[in-house]
């Protein structure tokens, strides 16, 4: 059966084509082609081991690609064209080592090294923008240890906001936190998409949180086997049929692809 393609349009941010990465001599994933337009809010799901944060890496440069090609904003993600222009949070974000005494402040103002060398004082205004963005104004001061799960998942997108970043991607940024926290993320980058126009691109196991927000689904397990509005997106029966699988023994793990 072939893919579900249900492409949208706009300004291209990024634009991949006939991509494949293999790791340790396996191909993880391959015939990747997507392309993802500014302001889009874009969830990708799967199964364990399907290939969404090899994905992730290839598109910020930290893989090499065995065949195929990855542009951003028309640049290979090596360029330094690029920097400062794309923000990466990561579910280490909730395992920052306790041990580092940091403040959010301190932490978000990381984000504007990958802008630029020096700090100046432009910076602080945008550190201070990022901290109140995420709402952790009241806790700017305190450190990073001290906070919760959700708490340092905002810090790390602060991070990455204070760089102004314009293409956000995140992997797995829900997991440690709980489900208050959870829906006051989401509507964060709802909000960054809508009112800032960021480019969000997030990896996410918890299929029902990311439904509600994002506004275009990608299914991918090795290749992409479903990219289309949130709205089309198939059922369990229909994705065990795109996987190639037979429904009854449909293997996306309940706690992998929580409906
Ligand atoms: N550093 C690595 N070396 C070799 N294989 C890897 C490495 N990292 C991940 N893999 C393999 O690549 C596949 C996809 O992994 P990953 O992209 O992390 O999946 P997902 O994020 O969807 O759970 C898995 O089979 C995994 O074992
Ligand atoms: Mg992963």
Redesign the pocket.
Known sequence: MQPIHLVATGQKILKIEDLSVC??G?T?IKDINLNISRGEFVGVV??????????LLAIVGALKLNSGSIRIYGHPPSSSQLMGRIGWVSQAASHLPKHVRISVRELVSLGTLSAKTAFCLTDQERVSKAIQMVGLEDVQDVDVSRLSGGQRQRAVIARALASESEFILLDEPLVGIDRDSRNSLLKLLDNLCHEENKTILM?SHDLSAIRQTAHRMIF?EETIRFDGPTDHFPNLDVLAELRGINPASSCIEADSMEE
């Not at 799967?46 to 994905?55: E, F, H, I, M």
């Open positions: 790791r340790s396996k993880v799967g199964p364990n081991g399907s290939g969404k944060s090899t994905l990896v991918l």
